[in-house]
């Protein structure tokens, strides 16, 4: 580990380095303009605006990413839209699909094999596709009908260690904004929404990634104190639980637990761990802690309960979000700034300097750039032509 004064490392402070999605990685005026120019060309495209049905496709972040952004996507452009994993799509969906059907297939680096082979499947049912990537070079952006290029500039930056975790960040912050973008583009084209309306919002997306330094200036401390409790108590599994818009979240959440330190992250929908993991809290204590997503919105009602019924049964509870809740253990503040729909652009921020600080106790340079299998599970692997329909 460095010695470095000026390494979040050994000055157990990460809050700088989240400036750098914004600045030096995430350029987020040019990717802004490069997203919306892309858009607009896509409702150009008779298809994509006249789609009965949309449904997103990808794995790992991208998959979130669209789990978080469906409810905005649903009530703003007024489609019918799912969301799949890209073999439950590739596999089980593709025989199904119908006229009027639009696939959104998400992949940051556009190699991942699994979406590709969900493109492929689809352009041979003729259901048209729009490609959501990082990367005009790879495979995907030639497959598909459109391409949705979300940039995100790492050229120069270090991502060695923890900064890789950073850039990681800047792509979901990218893909997020890609999706949300959509949604608003699809919402003004079906007369759902006001310009007046939609203008509000993408301003009100613009504050939420300015306001990431102050989010993490305020919940840094909170997040260090945690990681040391946990470190010092051994937690091996961290339960995150949302709804939602945060449903999604609460999966990305998880991810970075065993991606970053590692540590067995596991998300879970709010209202089901009532139902399962809460007998393994009556078990395990605080040895278990649970990570609760609760914004102000729909859902912060039932979060607090939870979250006191986690206190009841002798377990570790930590709300993420503005406020006190009844039996918290600990808290990661977020200070209120967005409408519920879009609290994913920021709700993951307060989680990943907790798994900064994680990796930092253990040891640890989280995300390392290189697996062991050199990416063969993700970018290798069979690629179907055909599936077989099922009756």
């Known amino acids: 580990m460095s010695n470095d004064s000026s390494d979040p490392r050994t000055n157990g402070s990460f809050t700088g380095d989240c400036r750098a999605p914004l600045a030096a990685v995430l350029d987020y005026s040019s990717l802004a303009s490069a997203i919306d120019e892309a858009l607009d060309g896509a409702v150009t495209e008779p298809w994509l605006v006249k789609a009965r049905r949309v449904v997103f496709t990808s794995s790992g972040d991208g998959l979130f990413a669209a789990r978080s952004v469906l409810p905005a996507f649903r009530r703003w452009s007024g489609v019918t839209a799912e969301v799949m994993s890209a073999i439950e799509f ?77 850039v990681h960040m800047a792509e979901y912050f990218a893909t997020l904004r890609a999706l949300y973008g959509l949604a608003l583009r699809l919402g003004l084209a079906h007369g759902r929404l006001a310009p007046e309306a939609a203008d509000e919002t993408r301003a009100d997306i613009d504050r939420a990634v300015a306001a990431v330094p102050e989010v993490a200036a305020a919940t840094e401390a909170h997040a260090r104190a945690l990681a040391e409790r946990l470190h010092a108590q051994g937690t091996d599994t961290v339960w995150v639980l949302g709804a939602g818009p945060n449903r999604g979240t609460a999966e990305y959440c998880a991810a970075k637990f065993h991606e970053q330190v ?82 994913p652009l920021l709700y993951h921020v307060p989680v990943q300097l907790l798994v900064l600080h994680l990796a930092r106790l253990a040891g640890v340079d989280p995300t390392p750039i290189r697996r062991v299998d050199d990416y063969e599970l993700i970018r290798g692997g069979i690629v179907r032509d055909r599936v077989v329909g099922l009756i």
């Open 90 to 166: 590739a596999r089980y969906e593709t025989p199904l699909l119908d006229s009027g059907d639009v696939l959104v297939a998400i992949s940051n680096s556009g190699s991942s094999s699994r979406t590709r082979e969900a493109v492929a499947l689809a352009r041979d049912r003729g259901t048209p596709v729009l490609g959501v990537t990082g990367s005009l070079d790879g495979p995907l952006a030639a497959m598909v009908d459109r391409t949705v290029h979300r940039p995100v500039r790492s050229a120069g930056f270090d991502v060695s260690g923890h900064r890789r975790a950073i």
């Open 262 to 343: 590692p540590l067995n992250g596991v998300p879970q929908d709010l209202e089901e761990w009532a139902h399962l993991q809460y007998f393994l809290t009556l078990s395990w204590g605080a040895r278990g802690p649970v990570l609760v997503l609760a914004p102000s919105g729909n859902a912060r009602d039932r979060a607090e309960e939870v979250v006191a019924g986690i206190a009841r049964a002798g377990g570790f509870a930590v709300t993420v979000g503005p406020g006190e809740a009844t039996g918290e253990a600990a808290r990661l503040e977020v200070p209120e700034h967005l409408p519920e729909l879009l609290t």
